[in-house]
């Protein structure tokens, strides 16, 4: 079965950086586009990154310069580097395939102020 599972979140202070990994199973990783959701405490999940294939990319305004998703179709692996970290970045980050119902169970991200 298709598992995604995500790991890398933690606590951050406002204007630090961290890694968020999402490894994924049971699907030929490469043929997919993947992308990175998040869902802030009494918010609706938005979308952040996404990636295509080709590596093509595209960004949420609120992240665009701050954040970069990379893949690593070798190790089956999508990334989201976040950068210069900002308190409204708290939320559970949530690795999926794109325009699919796949989805990870999420890793929490909390930057403190």
């Known amino acids: 079965q298709v598992q995604l599972v995500e790991s890398g979140g933690g606590l951050v202070q406002t204007g630090g950086s961290l890694r968020l990994s999402c490894t994924a199973s049971?699907?030929?990783?490469?043929?997919?586009?993947m992308a990175w959701h998040r869902q802030a405490p009494g918010k609706q999940r938005e979308l952040v990154a996404s990636?295509?294939?080709?590596?093509?990319?595209n960004y949420a305004d609120s992240v665009k310069g701050r954040f970069t998703i990379s893949r690593d179709n070798a190790k089956n692996t999508v990334y989201l580097q976040m950068n210069s970290l900002k308190p409204e970045d708290t939320a559970v980050y949530y690795c999926?395939?794109?325009?699919?119902?796949?989805w990870g169970k999420g890793t929490l991200v909390t930057v403190s102020s």
């Open positions: 990636i295509r294939v080709s590596g093509s990319t």
């Open positions: 999926t395939i794109k325009d699919t119902n796949y």
């Open positions: 049971g699907i030929i990783f490469s043929v997919y586009a």
